[in-house]
C-alpha cells in the first residue's frame, strides 16, 4: 500500500488559520445582528487567508471533491463546527434559542444559511451517502443533530490517513521493480480506458493474467500516471453481507476523494466466490477500481468492468526477470534459466522470492537444481480436494515394458524439458494452430503401469505430480464439470505439473447423437477440457482401461498415445527379479516359476507386499510358501481361482 503523502507544516499551519477564518464568518451568519459588516469583514479575513495559500485549504478540497453545492459545504462547516471550536457550540444553542442545542441541526441550516436546498439532507446526497455526517436521530432529520463522521473532522484539519474501518480489508503492495512489456502494455491500456471514459472512475478495469503480483503492479503504475496513489483490497477479506459491502464502497468512494486513491482489488482463484464478490464491489464503486485477477472474471454487479487481458511473459522477458533477480550469482547458470524460463510461470515477485532461497553453490548444476526445487515450492499449486498429490519416486529403471512404449515415454519426456526451445527458440509456436502443451493418452488393463510411467516422467523432470480422478470432477449439474476442470488447471499452470487424469473414458467416451441440453453441454465440457490440455504449459496425461470406448476425434488431438500391453511370461518374470528392494532378506525365490502368475504388474507388487508382511510376522526372510499365501490372499481379492497350473513347483504348507 502506498501512503499518503504527509502535508507541509506550513500548509497545515494556512489551513488552520481558514478554518478559523471560515467558522467565524459562519458565526456571523448565525447572529442575529442585522449589521452585515461584520460578516463582510470575516468573509474579507477568510478570502485573504484563502489567496495567501499555495494549495486549496481542506475544506474547499472536501467540497470540490465530493460535488458540494455552496449551501451543502456551509451545512458540513456548521456540523463541525462544535467539534472544532468549543465556543461554536453555545453560538449553535443560541442561535436556536435553546441552551441544550449546543449542535447544529439541519433546521438551523434551513433558517440561517443562503442558499437553502431541503434535499440537501437526502441519504443518497453527498453529505450523507458517502458520508461526510451522520444524523444522530434520522427519524426526525430535521430536528435531529448533525455530526460530522471523525474522518471527515481530521481530514478538515488537514490529517491524512486510511480509514481504520478500512484497513482489515487492505494487503501490502509492494514496491515494484522494472515491469515486463507485457506488463507496460497493460498499464497503458488502463490508462487508455479511463482517457476514453473522461476519468479514471468513470468505469470499472478487470485486468487479468498469470502474472497476480504483476497485474497488481501495472494498475500501480495505470494509477501513477494518472496522479493517483494505489491501496489493495484482498478480495477474499471482503464482506460476504451486500449491505456491508455497500457501506465499504462508500468508505472507498470517500478516502478516493480525501487521499486520491485508486483501488486494487485482488481476487485470490483459490477462494470460492472470491470474484464474485470484487465485481460486485467495483461495479458498486464510484471511485477509481481496477480488478485484478488470473482469469476473465463475468458475474453479476451494477457496472461491467472493462478487460484487459495480460499475456505470459516472452521467454526473453522470463530470463531477463531471473538474471536480473540472480544478480552475479546468474554466471554459469544459464541452463538452469532457460529450464526456469519455459517451466514456471512466475512473475516477478516470485522470482526474487525464490532467487532469495537459494545460496550460490560451488557446482552450478548443484545452485540449479536448488533453485528449480525453490521454483517447484513457490509454484505449488492449490488443488486441495481436486486432486492427489504423488510424490515422484520411480525411475525408468522401475518400468518393465516394450521397447517401443519406453521410447515414446522418453520421447515425452524430451517434448516437456524442451518445450521452450523448439516452439520459441526454433520459431514453430508461430506455425501452430494450436496450443503449446503435451498431452498423452496412457492405455490398457488396470495394473500394467500407467501411473508409475507417469511418475517416472515427472521424476526425471523434476516436477510435481498431481492425479484427478475424472469420474469424481465430472458433475451431474450442467457446467460444474467445467469449473471444476477450470480449477484444476488454473492452479496447476503456474507451475507447468505433471497432470495426471485418470478414467478418461468418463468424459471421453463415445457419444450418440445430442438429444437435450444436457448432450449439448456434455460436448462443451469435452472441448473445454481439449483446449485447456492443449494450451497446457506442462504434461497432461490420461489414462483409460478402455481405449476403444473413447471418441476417435478426441484421440486424434492427443500427442501421444501409449498402449500399455498386459505383461507376457518374460515381463512378468522380469518385474518379479526387480519387485523386491535390495535391503528385503529373502531365500529361494524362483521368478521363472512365479511368472506363470497371470497378473499384472500392479497385482505382482501387492503380492510381494502383502508376502513381505507375512516374512516379518514370521520372523524369516521371504520365502515362495510366503508368497503363495499372498497369492492366494490376492487372487480372492479379484475374486479369481488360483489354478494348480500357475503354482506348480511352489513350497506349499
Known sequence: MTEPAEPTDAWLSANHRYLVAALEALRCRLDDDDDPAPLRKAQSARNRVRRAMTEPPALDRIADGFGLSPFERDVLLLAAGPTLDTPFAHVCAQAQGDSSRTYATFALALTKLPGAQWNALSPAGPLRRTPLLRLAHPDIPTTSALYVE???????????????????????????????????????????????????????????????????????AAYRSAGLRSVCLRAADLPADPVARDRLARLCERESVLAG????????????????????????????????????LDGPGPRRPVRVAVGRASADELRTVWRQALGPAAAGLDRWIDMAAGQFDLDADDVASVAGQVPAAADPDDTGARLWDACRRQARPALNGLAERIEPR??????????VQLRVLRQIAAHVRHRLTVWEDWGFAARSGRGLGTAALFSGPSGTGKTLAAEVIAGALRLDLYRIDLSQVVDKYIGETEKNLSRVFDAAEAGGAVLLFDEADALFGKRSEVQDSHDRHANIEVGHLLQRIEAYQGLAVLTTNLKDALDPAFLRRLRFT??????????????????FP???????LDPAALARLSVSGGTIRNIALGAAFLAADAGRPVGMDHLLAAARTE???????????????????
Open 582 to 588: 535390495e535391503q528385503t532378506p529373502a531365500e529361494g
Open 635 to 653: 487372487y480372492a481379492k479379484l475374486e479369481r481361482p488360483l489354478t494348480g497350473a500357475e503354482v506348480t513347483g511352489w513350497t506349499a504348507r
Open 394 to 403: 520411480a525411475r525408468w529403471e522401475d518400468l518393465v515394458l516394450p521397447d
Open 261 to 296: 486513491i485508486g483501488w486494487i482489488i485482488d481476487v485470490d482463484d483459490a477462494v470460492p466466490e472470491c470474484g464474485r464478490t470484487a465485481l460486485d464491489l467495483a461495479g458498486r464503486l464510484a471511485a477509481p477500481v481496477v480488478v485484478t485477477a488470473h482469469e476473465p
Open 150 to 220: 471523525e474522518r471527515i473532522l481530521h481530514a478538515l484539519a488537514g490529517l491524512s490517513y486510511l480509514d481504520p474501518e478500512l484497513e482489515p480489508h487492505t494487503a501490502p503492495l509492494a514496491e515494484p521493480g522494472a515491469l515486463s512489456p507485457a506488463l507496460q502494455e497493460a498499464a497503458r491500456s488502463v490508462a487508455a480506458i479511463w482517457s476514453a471514459e473522461g476519468a479514471p472512475g468513470a468505469v470499472p478495469v478487470l485486468v487479468h493474467g498469470r502474472q497476480r503480483a504483476g497485474l497488481r503492479h501495472a494498475a500501480a
Open 562 to 579: 501409449v498402449p500399455f500391453p498386459f505383461p507376457d511370461a518374460s515381463a512378468r518374470e522380469e518385474i518379479w527379479q526387480r519387485v
